[in-house]
């Protein structure tokens, strides 16, 4: 699976659009971006994936650049239930490819 | 999307004891996954595991230390054996619902071995 790089941390006002970067330049072409996040003493939770298109569910927006080495996950009217560590993981479609987890970025929404 | 019911939440053990973690799904589902997230850590997969066939173990572990049974389709059970202090993690089973949901995980049992 390829690397990511994330921020370690960053803040967002309650109610603002939460913006996390995710850098992963060694993407392959079968490889998905997959966004996760894991709020305190919880288990990980998926949010959204996508492999080129920029796609959009009820939880949040994924940008894709052109190129794929980088992607933004788009929270956007952050509440504090959004406080968590977010993961941005690149991997293959399937059960057959374990996903590896980097240190993610902990976002913290401030009142 | 699949739901887990994962127990115990939480266990205080003493080291040199075994503790074996259970996992239950609402759904038939063909792997299991169990993961490991130390204090402060990210999430590192110990095995997966199939039904029928023995679980397959990521490098680090061994099923000396971490036997897991996969009875059925719908349960697995994870044993943290002889325990030390250094095996003070949670512990999260997870399954795959890539489909749509991505992988659903357990809420995670919350080991401290003393």
């Known amino acids: 699976d390829a690397k990511t790089t994330q921020p370690p941390s960053m803040d967002c006002a309650e109610g603002r659009a939460a913006n996390l970067p995710c850098n992963h330049s060694?993407?392959?072409?079968?490889?998905?971006v997959y966004w996760y996040r894991q709020i305190h003493s919880q288990g990980p939770q998926y949010i959204i994936h996508g492999l080129k298109n920029n796609e959009t569910n009820e939880m949040a927006s994924l940008i894709i650049t052109e190129d794929r080495k980088s992607s933004t996950l788009i929270l956007p009217h952050a509440t504090l239930r959004d406080t968590a560590v977010y993961y941005c993981?690149?991997?293959?479609?399937?059960?057959?490819?374990?996903?590896?987890w980097g240190a993610g970025t902990k976002l913290i929404i401030k009142p | 999307s699949a739901v887990i019911s994962q127990k115990p939440s939480r266990d205080i053990c003493q080291r040199g004891t075994s503790l074996t973690i259970q996992c239950q799904v609402d759904?038939?589902?063909?792997?299991m996954f169990w993961y490991r997230q130390q204090p402060g850590q990210s999430l590192t997969l110990i095995a997966t595991?199939?039904?029928?066939?023995?679980?397959?173990?990521e490098s680090g572990f061994v099923i000396d230390k971490f036997p897991i049974s996969r009875p059925n389709l719908t349960f697995s059970t994870l044993t943290v054996s002889n325990m030390s202090p250094e095996d003070s993690s949670i512990y999260l089973c997870?399954?795959?619902?890539?489909?749509?949901?991505?992988?659903?995980f357990g809420s995670g049992t919350r080991l401290t071995v003393v």
């Open positions: 759904s038939q589902v063909t792997m």
């Open positions: 060694t993407i392959s072409g079968n490889e998905y």
């Open positions: 993981i690149a991997a293959p479609w399937g059960s057959n490819y374990q996903l590896i």
């Open positions: 997870s399954v795959d619902g890539r489909g749509v949901e991505g992988y659903t």
């Open positions: 595991a199939n039904q029928g066939s023995e679980a397959t173990y």
